[in-house]
């Protein structure tokens, strides 16, 4: 397990200011959010090429980071990673998975998916990927960091076109391989 020295007074007033929040590491970035007693923090590699955002663009998205290639619009979610964190609701990553695809394969009849382990570190990740008529791949992965957390994540990424774009796929699998749940604990800085 990873133990990151946080200052209370510096975590407290990050997370209460603003759902989550992120900090430039290398090609990556650690992004965070909840509550000073209850809150989650991941660090989350982006592959070369790509940009990260957790403060502007994707608060417009409901989403707690974006991934998305260099030159993107601002706009278009084609090739833009999705990260979502919630609260744990259900027994297990296996059912969260579940419910999202009866709700997907409701939504969008006719859907073809694999279903695949994807590897995480410190996590239980189950992943899809969706094809559908209209030309659009789209692909997910639920995880979950374990029963020391309260929160579970996931990531998506829709991509369009009629052929495979091997290397989008393999940047979204880079990057869901490479998000590592963070387990802190907080402590006061001396002075």
């Known amino acids: 397990m990873e133990t990151v020295k946080i200052s209370w007074l510096l975590l407290a007033m990050s997370l209460v200011a603003i759902p989550a929040a992120a900090q430039s590491i ?78 997907y394969f409701a939504q969008y009849p006719g859907l073809t998916s694999i279903t695949y382990q994807a590897q995480v570190k410190d996590a239980a990740c189950l992943s899809s990927t969706y094809f559908g008529a209209d030309s659009v791949s789209d692909y997910v992965a639920f995880c979950d960091p374990g029963a020391d957390w309260n929160y579970r994540f996931a990531w998506s990424m829709s991509v369009r076109g009629d052929r495979v774009d091997t290397a989008a796929e393999d940047a979204f699998r880079e990057t869901v391989r490479d998000t590592m749940p963070l387990h802190m604990h907080i402590q006061a800085s001396p002075r």
């Open 26 to 103: 290398g090609s990556g970035t650690v992004v965070y959010g909840g509550s000073p007693d209850d809150g989650w923090a991941f660090t989350v590699s982006v592959p070369a090429g790509w940009n990260f955002d957790c403060c502007n663009r994707a608060k417009d998205f409901d989403a707690n980071l974006l991934v998305f290639p260099a030159g993107w619009d601002g706009q278009n979610l084609d090739h833009v990673m999705v990260l979502m964190v919630w609260p744990t609701e259900r027994a297990d990553v296996d059912s969260d998975w579940q419910a999202d695809a009866d709700d």
